[in-house]
């Protein structure tokens, strides 16, 4: 299985920072990978797919990149909406596998 | 616009069953693969597997194997997650996702997810 490693795990930051979260793949691969925001008692939301395209009706301050074994999800302006949990998922080998977490707090 | 509905929680004792339906509406059923995650607490997410609706061609995670059924009904737009044999472990919140591509082959990205249905496995 490709095991998905994120980092970090929390993250404190303030409106107006940027943030990156990174995931690194124990195997590389091209571009099938996705980013997710997980909010309780909210349906996971899709931002990023194929690595650095962003999904329809995701704010543009949302951006990914990456390849093989290193990918990044970017928030460029931190907004207090963007408090959440964060998952990255690799869909290019069975079974598909997600990191971690990464659970962002606003300050 | 696309909707995935879930059913409701459910409690079970060891070594019974669980069936979770989710209603999928707001676009053609047939031309979009259902996934199924789940998530343990304190746990990642995890994938089980998925369902192409139009020819009912499935893909399960191996760690799954012999204990997990995905079906779909086509004519109520609903794909059920059958889990047997259950045990503590599988306590957690399960989703479905339709996966984005468009192909049912399930090997894009989930775009639209339910809200998840809440199962305990308790004695």
């Known amino acids: 299985d490709i095991q998905m490693t994120q980092s970090p795990s929390t993250l404190s930051a303030s409106v107006g920072d940027r943030v990156t979260i990174t995931c690194r793949a124990s195997q590389s691969f091209n571009y099938w990978l996705a980013w997710y925001q997980l909010k309780p008692g909210k349906a996971p939301k899709l931002l990023i797919h194929k690595a650095s395209s962003l999904q329809s009706g995701v704010p543009s301050r949302f951006s990914g990149s990456g390849s093989g074994t290193e990918f990044t999800l970017t928030i460029s302006s931190l907004q207090p909406d963007d408090s959440a949990t964060y998952y990255c998922q690799q869909h290019n080998m069975y079974p598909y596998t997600f990191g971690q977490g990464t659970r962002l707090e606003i300050k | 616009q696309v909707q995935l509905v879930q059913s409701g929680a459910e409690v079970k004792k060891p070594g019974a069953s669980v069936k979770v339906s989710c209603k999928a509406s707001g676009y053609s059923f047939p031309n979009f693969a259902i996934h199924w995650m789940r998530q343990a607490p304190g746990q990642r997410l995890e994938w089980m597997g998925w369902i192409n609706p139009a020819t009912t061609v499935t893909k399960y995670a191996q760690k799954f194997q012999g204990r997990l059924t995905i079906t779909r009904d086509t004519s109520a737009s609903t794909s059920d997650m059958q889990l047997n044999n259950l045990r503590s472990e599988d306590t957690a919140v399960y989703y479905c996702?339709?996966?984005?591509?468009?192909?049912?082959?399930?090997?894009?990205?989930?775009?639209?997810w339910g809200l998840g249905t809440m199962v305990t496995v308790s004695s």
């Open positions: 996702a339709r996966d984005r591509g468009g192909t049912s082959q399930g090997d894009d990205a989930s775009d639209f």
